[in-house]
């Protein structure tokens, strides 16, 4: 058996987190021979619930789990790590602002990103899931000079699912017969779901989705706004955000970092832009088509954009440019 490898989840007292850490602890992630230590962080009034995921962990007698450290301080969290999972973010409350909102993120994954600096192995992969996530991995990525940037992403996986889901739906086939649908941008409403790249089996045959649902006005109208709008649907019916379906694309996203994406597949996941990428601009934190190799993503270039595409990508790049701007101002001022 190889060594623990150890792994933070933060948030860990959250509703995410209670679907996350089970599947990790089992082996649904890093694999059924890798144990683990888990380290837990959350804020201070949250560790009398997190007493309460620790019993529940070890009554699940896990034999992948070595150990469990639950804390609330950072030195203790960001040790050694191999893995960060950073789900704890502040939440939106009523009747605040944008900017409040951006204000309060940038100052928890600056900490966070500086503790990753500090304490750290440099080789961590860091996934940024707590919301505005592009833009507080890109905040944490610049508050950790000394890690490479192509060791963060954020999650954009549950949007792709989500699309992959919606053309199954549509087709009555199996989710995994749908491949290579993407999702370009940032994970908020302006992200944008595109097929056109996607392929379907249909009948034992590989085809594009475009082809196979033969409706151009539902690929290009509801299926992305149903796609965008998903999350607000979900806390509309259960009055709480996503949380077995974010927890399972978590588990999707960190176990293509580790063994890799299938020959042929690509993924969608929030990276670093060097510029070269989709007329992209340089520095953005955009989700992008990529695939994984050695634990090392590269973007899928060369796909053919069409006008209503870059249009729409476009769109959401502005807005991810527009909240860097504002995380950065902060981040200096901080
Ligand atoms: P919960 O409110 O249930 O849990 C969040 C937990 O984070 C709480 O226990 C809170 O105390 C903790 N926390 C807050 N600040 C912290 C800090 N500085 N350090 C450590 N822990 C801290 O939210 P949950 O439903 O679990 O969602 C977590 C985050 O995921 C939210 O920001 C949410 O918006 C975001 N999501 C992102 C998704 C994505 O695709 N990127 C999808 C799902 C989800 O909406």
């Known amino acids: 058996m190889a060594e623990p490898i150890r792994v933070l989840v933060t ?16 082996g649904d992630v890093f694999g059924k021979d890798q ?28 034999p992948l789990l070595k ?21 704890g973010s502040m939440p939106r409350r009523e009747g605040m602002e944008r900017k409040d909102l951006l204000r309060a993120n940038v100052k928890i994954f600056k900490s966070q990103g500086a503790a990753l600096d500090k304490y750290s192995k440099k080789s961590v992969k860091v996934v940024v899931v707590g919301n505005p996530a592009n833009t507080n991995c890109l905040t944490a990525l610049k508050s950790a ?40 941008g940032n994970h908020s409403s302006t992200q944008y779901p595109d097929a056109n790249h996607a392929t379907v089996k249909l009948h034992g045959k590989e085809i594009g989705v475009y082809e196979a649902v033969k409706n151009d006005t539902w690929l290009k109208g509801d299926f992305i706004t149903t796609v965008q709008q998903r999350g607000a649907a ?52 955009y989700s992008f088509p990529v695939c994984i190799k050695n634990k090392t993503w590269k973007i899928v270039d060369g796909l053919v954009i069409n006008n209503f595409s870059r249009e729409k990508m476009d769109l959401t790049a502005k807005e ?3 909240e860097k701007e504002t995380a950065l101002e902060f981040l200096s001022a901080a």
């Open 35 to 62: 144990c683990l230590i888990l380290l837990l962080l959350d804020i201070t009034p949250m560790m009398t619930v997190l007493e309460g995921v620790v019993m529940e962990l070890q009554d699940c007698a896990l």
């Open 11 to 26: 948030g860990a007292a959250g509703q995410i987190a209670y679907s996350l850490l089970y599947s990790i602890a089992k």
């Open 145 to 184: 000079p000394s890690i490479p940037k192509e060791n963060f992403s954020c999650l954009t996986r549950l949007d792709h699912n989500r699309a992959k889901a919606q053309i199954a739906l549509r087709l009555n086939v199996a989710s995994d017969d749908v491949k290579n649908v993407i999702i370009w």
């Open 320 to 322: 991810l440019s527009e």
């Open 234 to 285: 979900v806390i509309k019916a259960r009055k709480l955000s996503s949380a077995m379906s974010a927890a399972k694309a978590i588990c999707d996203h960190v176990r293509d970092i580790w063994f890799g994406t299938p020959e042929g597949e690509f993924v969608s996941m929030g990276v670093i832009s060097n510029g070269n990428s989709y007329e992209i601009a340089e520095d953005l934190l």
């Open 67 to 87: 150990e469990i450290i639950a804390t609330d301080k950072e030195d203790v969290a960001f040790k050694d790590l191999d893995v960060a999972i950073l789900v």
